[in-house]
């Protein structure tokens, strides 16, 4: 069965620099979506992602994070100045379509900021 | 606002006993519930769902029915098994149509043999 699959597993990066976490979406679907969880609390949503623009996005994206999609099979999320409680399990997840099309989860990239 | 509170973990059963992890919701306007399952090493994956009130998801054993009036989707399983150990994630999304889900903090469960 096809699956989302993420890069890397698990990265550590200290506060101040720029990660690039990595995913590949389900080949035929066409909404990707990340989402977060920060140890011990809720799973959050990030940003949807539809036609080659954000189609959605939460308070917490605010300018430091950005997606990509840069060909056609990465979809990639950017936070471009780590700080400490960025640290988190982030989870890609992709959708045939919008509406009744469940979302497609992969194994998630921990991100720890030290 | 939309929020999903679940019960506190962690869970520890054991085999062939009965489940309940209970969920209740806030939503503004009418939101489809989910159940989400994440086995150890894997993605999250929908194990069942409910669009409105009285319906019942269902899938591998396990059961939520969509009460409005208590604004619950409890998570019920007969008999548990040893492989049924994961971290279960209620979650809603607040508009038909709506992927932007939004989740609880997950429950871990352990079934022991």
């Known amino acids: 069965e096809p699956e989302v699959t993420q890069t890397p597993s698990h990265q550590v990066t200290q506060m101040g620099q720029e990660v690039i976490l990595r995913c590949v979406p389900i080949?035929?679907?066409?909404?990707f979506y990340w989402y977060r969880q920060i140890l011990g609390q809720k799973v959050e949503f990030l940003v949807s992602f539809y036609n080659n623009e954000i189609s959605e996005k939460s308070e917490i994206f605010d300018d430091q994070f950005s997606v990509e999609r840069p060909d056609g099979s990465n979809f990639t999320l950017k936070i471009r100045s780590t700080k400490l409680e960025d640290s988190a399990m982030y989870f890609c997840?992709?959708?045939?379509?919008?509406?009744?099309?469940?979302?497609?989860f992969g194994n998630g990239t921990r991100l720890t900021v030290t | 606002g939309n929020s999903v509170t679940q019960m506190e973990g962690p869970v520890t059963l054991s085999e062939e006993a009965f489940l309940t992890i209970n969920c209740t919701y806030t939503?503004?306007?009418?939101?489809?519930l989910f159940w989400y399952v994440q086995y150890p090493g894997e993605g999250l994956q929908l194990l069942l769902k409910?669009?409105?009130?009285?319906d019942k998801g269902s899938n591998k054993g396990f059961e939520a029915t969509y009460r409005k009036e208590t604004t619950s989707f409890h998570l019920e399983k007969g008999s548990v098994q040893v492989s049924d150990s994961a971290v279960y994630f209620c979650?809603?999304?607040?508009?038909?149509?709506?992927?932007?889900?939004?989740f609880g903090t997950g429950t871990r469960l352990t079934v022991i043999p």
């Open positions: 939503a503004t306007g009418y939101p489809s």
């Open positions: 979650a809603l999304s607040d508009r038909a149509g709506a992927n932007n889900l939004f």
């Open positions: 080949s035929n679907h066409l909404y």
């Open positions: 409910a669009t409105k009130a009285d």
């Open positions: 997840a992709s959708s045939e379509r919008q509406g009744n099309s469940p979302l497609h």
